[in-house]
């Protein structure tokens, strides 16, 4: 993968100098950065093509090492991931959108963290036991503790960018698992099956 940074570094100077042909581009010296340490196998590579490249070009190409810049910035599949969003196409479900969240997803990625194994005492998922008196004060006042946050758990068990719904969705999630009936809120629109 440290092979190709020398060659994308000529390719984008390569276009630089291609389109700017016509105003006689280079007027100054060129900077090739080079995301490693001066002396080591890519900086030695990319001082032999500066120097190529300086020829041709009648400026002199300046090698720049910065091992302190990210080594892997320049790797195709680093350089895909930034481009994503525009060029990306998801396949299969893309996961779900703030708001639009199932309780199932967010217990288990947030709420889990303590309530799987009861950590701080935080009633354990599936648990009868440990639910049954929560259960018993019915779903409000336990959504309201999801959201306001109750001795060690914190506001919507940490993770702001839930929603009131989503919260409740978390809630009556784990207190089905535990013996509740609870009814989930009707899902938002951006959340219904189109046919
Ligand atoms: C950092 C640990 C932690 C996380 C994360 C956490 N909880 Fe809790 N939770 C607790 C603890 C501890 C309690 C018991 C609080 C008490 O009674 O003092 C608790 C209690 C609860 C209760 C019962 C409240 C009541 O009033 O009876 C509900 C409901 C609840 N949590 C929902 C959630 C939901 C939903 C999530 C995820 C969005 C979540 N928790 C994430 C620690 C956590």
């Not at 196998?41 to 041709?56: E, F, H, I």
């Not at 019915?138 to 758990?153: D, F």
């Amino acid at each position: 993968m440290k092979r190709y940074t020398p060659l994308f570094a000529l390719a984008a100077l390569a276009v630089f100098a291609g389109g700017a042909a016509a105003q006689q581009y280079p007027t100054r010296n060129l900077n090739m950065l080079v995301p490693y340490a001066a002396g080591g196998p890519t900086d030695t590579v990319a001082r032999v093509l500066a120097q190529a490249m300086g020829k041709p070009l009648g400026q002199t190409v300046i090698v720049e090492n910065r091992p302190s810049a990210d080594p892997l910035a320049m790797t195709p599949e680093r350089i895909a991931e930034r481009i994503k969003p525009v060029s990306g196409i998801e396949m299969g479900a893309p996961p779900a959108a703030p708001g639009a969240r199932g309780g199932e997803a967010i217990v288990k990625a947030t709420c889990a963290a303590c309530h799987q194994a009861g950590v701080a005492k935080a009633p354990k998922i599936g648990d009868k036991s440990d639910w049954a008196t929560h259960i018993g004060h019915g779903l409000a006042p336990l959504v309201q503790s999801a959201i306001k946050g109750k001795g060690a758990m914190p506001p919507r068990g940490g993770d702001a960018t839930l929603t009131d719904a989503e919260v409740t969705r978390a809630v009556v999630f784990m207190a089905n698992s535990a013996g509740a009936n609870f009814k989930e809120p009707a899902a938002p629109a951006a959340k219904k099956k189109s046919k």
